[in-house]
């Protein structure tokens, strides 16, 4: 088990073993997004409130989710780089910040657009969407915070543990709309629960959140590979590898 | 069933066009480019990879011919 952690942990296993994942991943993601899109933009019924802007859904809730989610991995990350040293997770983690931000930014303006016919107003200071706005400042933060130090290592730490504290705000996302009384709608989907969608609406919506992640997985293998070749470029193994192409 | 009966409908998404065009717009400008920006990374850097290889390569026969 743990020569498995050791091996995937190291940058050139993580690099071969990324290598063999990456394509399984882009064409999940693919498929997935373009069933999903031309599911939910062509097939699913219009809302009987909303009409078609209701499909503004099908790329707000799934960045939404993703912008969230990769926060998580974040701080998953940089709890794994702190604590075992493991030098894959900080690149990992800087790659997954930029693309986070656009996934917050993407929830945060397909919001504001769809805001615009149903509530009248693209903004509102409500806790749902300044705790994502919060999110939004977050990224930002932990991307200028690693670029500020003049020793990677440093930058690498301080993002960190910026990270791992901003995680706090992932629960008052979640919960902002049970705990203040807030224009945003609750949750789409519920583990527990039956959706309140029919299946012809939610389920390209489920394809579209599945598509979501595995792009962002396919993309984040596919950066920290890059990173990899950057901070690694000292190394034999790189070197031979770019001897031998 | 589709939705839709035409294809300029479709393109107006009964009268939401200019919210649902921008919302996914943004999105795929967004994701494309991600790919995009991914992509050319790779090739810059093994550009640069290789750019310094062949120039130590270059060094090292420079130094022999010259102890020679």
Known sequence: ?245 | MMAFDSVSSFLAMGGYAPYVWAAWGVTLALMVGAVLHARAERRWLLRDLHRRERRQANAAVGNNSNAS
């Open chain 1, 1 to 245: 088990m743990w020569r498995i952690i050791h091996q995937f942990g190291s940058p050139k296993g993580f690099y071969d073993f990324s290598a063999r994942l990456q394509p399984w991943f882009w064409a999940a993601a693919v498929l997935l997004l373009l069933t999903g899109s031309l599911w939910g933009l062509l097939y699913a019924p219009a809302d009987y409130q909303q009409g078609d802007s209701f499909r503004i859904i099908y790329v707000h809730v799934p960045a939404a989710l993703l912008a969230q989610s990769a926060f998580v991995g974040l701080a998953v990350a940089a709890v794994i780089f702190l604590v075992w040293k493991i030098k894959v997770a900080d690149m990992a983690a800087s790659v997954m910040a930029p693309f986070g931000a656009a996934m917050t930014f993407v929830a945060l303006f397909s919001g504001a657009v769809w805001g615009v016919p149903t509530w009248g107003t693209w903004w509102v200071w409500d806790a749902r969407l300044t705790s994502m706005l919060i999110l939004l400042f977050l990224f930002f933060g932990i991307i200028a915070l690693r670029g500020a130090f003049t020793h990677r290592d440093s930058g690498s730490r301080a993002a960190s543990v910026l990270a791992i504290v901003g995680v706090i705000n992932i629960p008052i996302i979640k919960y902002s709309v049970e705990w203040w009384n807030t224009l945003h709608q609750p949750a789409t989907f519920s583990v527990t629960e039956r959706p309140s969608m029919p299946a012809e609406m939610w389920m390209p919506l489920l394809l579209m959140v599945l598509g979501f992640y595995c792009f962002f997985i396919a993309l984040t293998l596919m950066r920290t590979r890059n990173e990899i070749l950057r901070r690694e470029s000292n190394k034999r193994w790189v070197r031979e590898l770019v001897r031998g192409q």
